[in-house]
């Protein structure tokens, strides 16, 4: 096994071929902190001999205590996230130093050396505008205008973010209704904790605005591990009409839609007319605090 900078070692893939040749019985192991340049050395020398895999945070079915553990838990998850040395880590300042540093060393370290992004504040500010945008539509334009950047650079560093597992783009879904919105798209972060470092914000949940957000960025993931430890090819898309109708998100399962509203609080929500018109036949469910296991660890 190559550690964690596999993607640093040049032609890494031609090494790689070599020692998968004398040694055909032997499992060759590379992993490295950025999709951006590992995926293209290792793709030509290695092609039809390599499979990819991604390392999301751990998922609550991987984690190895009750539902009521998890239960009571739930607010550190949704404020810090679930990377392994995070979860091992009991002292809650000590879980935002961590957290902080990840941001510091990994996010700047990687996407100067591989991307050479010429300015690290521009980088900030766009991932800045992320966090503050989690559940809403994300308009490039304004977050250039925010970050102080032109809508090209801004394109870039989000393509970027998105090759460095920081975040993940999620499109509209449209059956082609005119109505529909499908070609804006959200952006989740694929820890919580890495989300609310970006913005040093590590507030108890009664102390904060922004619980919605946490909640749905959570579910979201989550539902997402649940399908790729499942093995199962399963695409998530949120639902929006130019009327003001929504659904936080889309699941598409063999064919299959379910419409699934993220709540916090225990709170029914009324299904969108337009959607229930539209697919008569799409399954809902509402998620909040009180039976999102049910749906993580079934």
């Known amino acids: 096994m190559i550690p964690d900078i596999s993607q640093y070692i040049p032609s890494i893939g031609l090494g790689a071929k070599m020692m998968i040749d004398a040694f055909p019985e032997k499992r060759i192991i590379l992993t490295g902190s950025s999709s951006l340049d590992l995926s293209n050395k290792i793709g030509e020398p290695l092609t039809g001999r390599h499979f990819t895999m991604t390392l999301l945070p751990l998922s609550q079915g991987e984690m190895e205590v009750s539902r009521v553990e998890l239960g009571w838990d739930i607010e550190n998850f949704l404020i810090y996230g679930s990377y392994p040395e995070v979860l091992n880590e009991p002292d809650l300042e000590k879980k935002k130093k961590i957290l902080t540093e990840l941001i510091s060393s990994y996010l700047f370290k990687d996407a100067l050396a591989l991307e050479a992004v010429r300015s690290p504040d521009t980088l900030l500010n766009i991932v800045k505008c992320l966090a503050f945008q989690v559940g809403n539509e994300v308009s490039i334009n304004e977050v250039a205008k925010t970050a102080g950047t032109d809508v090209k650079t801004t394109a870039k560093h989000l393509d970027l973010l998105e090759k460095m597992f920081i975040v993940k783009k999620v499109r509209g879904f449209s059956r082609n209704l005119r109505n529909e919105i499908s070609k804006k798209a959200k952006y989740y972060f694929l820890d919580n904790g890495v989300r609310n470092a970006v913005i040093s914000q590590f507030n108890p949940l009664s102390l904060r605005n922004d619980i919605g957000a946490l909640w749905e960025n959570f579910i979201f993931m989550e ?70 296991l049910d749906y993580l660890l079934s």
């Open 223 to 292: 539902l997402v591990k649940k399908s790729g430890i499942e093995g199962k090819f399963d695409n998530y898309y949120f639902w929006r009409t130019h009327t003001g109708q929504e659904i936080d998100i889309i699941k598409e399962s063999d064919g299959a839609l379910t419409a699934i509203e993220c709540k916090w609080s225990r709170e029914m929500v009324v299904v969108p007319s337009l959607w229930k018109e539209a697919y008569p036949k799409a399954a809902v469910e509402f998620v909040h605090k009180g039976n999102y």
